[in-house]
């Protein structure tokens, strides 16, 4: 089965979120119309896709999806540390 993970932003570009699934098109559909009450994307409208790529597998996307969300992670943290200078 083949996987993506996809970045999405809202209309104003301030915020971005990034994800995995073996359904693209439902996914983003999903988001479009907020399906999940408590959803990150929800709260701040991110229904906007600006990036995907597909996998083979979606094992191998939920790798990747952890990969970039580490990263921006350890990104925040510096930035974080260096606000507090």
Do not use: Q, W
């Not at 083949?2 to 994800?19: A, L, P, S």
């Not at 094992?59 to 943290?77: Q, S, T």
């Amino acid at each position: 089965m083949k996987g993506y993970i996809y970045i999405t932003t809202n209309k104003n570009k301030t915020v971005i979120y990034v994800g995995a699934t073996d359904d693209i098109k439902r996914r983003m559909n999903e988001h479009k119309n907020r399906i999940y009450p408590n959803a990150f994307t929800k709260k701040y409208n991110c229904d906007i896709l600006v990036y995907f790529e597909e996998f083979e597998n979606v094992e191998d996307a939920f790798k990747r999806e952890l990969k970039l969300k580490a990263g921006n992670r350890k990104k925040k943290g510096r930035v974080n540390k260096l606000n507090e200078s």
